[in-house]
């Protein structure tokens, strides 16, 4: 680059300003397609294991016995995998992103689907005649 070409990028940049937002000073700009963080679902979630097996990430952990389902936000990176995935519809992506942390955060849902029981048998109709 000449120095006539870095002068003028220097001087466009100096007028238009930084390209980067001070976020989360200011908020996150988002489109209709932006994956902002995953969301559960325990009353429906069905313990099947298929996120968990789909995340590239490793970011999701199941417990079954425990009826335990956590997510690693640190580790997780909005792919998107584990919601389409999901046969029952526990899991969607949100827009909006979390907020910015150091810490490690684990966000543990306690599952409460409960199975529905089967409808009883109808007893055998009595005294029909033949
Ligand atoms: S969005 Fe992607 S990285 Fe995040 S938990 Fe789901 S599958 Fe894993
Ligand atoms: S969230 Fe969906 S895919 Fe994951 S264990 Fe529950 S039912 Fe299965």
């Not at 489109?31 to 995953?38: E, F, Q």
């Amino acid at each position: 680059m000449g120095l006539f070409e870095m002068t003028k990028t220097v001087l466009q940049n100096l007028v238009r300003g930084p390209a980067t937002r001070r976020y989360p000073a200011v908020p996150a700009r988002t489109t209709p397609i932006t994956r902002g963080h995953v969301v559960f679902d325990p009353a429906t979630c069905r313990s099947c294991a298929l996120c968990s097996k789909r995340c590239p990430c490793v970011a999701i952990h199941l417990d079954k016995e425990a009826k335990v389902w956590e997510i690693n936000r640190m580790r997780c990176i909005a792919c998107g995998d584990c919601v389409e995935s999901c046969p029952f519809g526990s899991l969607a992506m949100e827009q909006d992103y979390l907020p910015p942390t150091e810490e490690h955060v684990v966000d543990s849902y306690t599952i409460t689907y409960v199975k529905p029981e089967r409808p009883a048998k109808k007893p055998a109709e009595e005294g029909v005649d033949a």
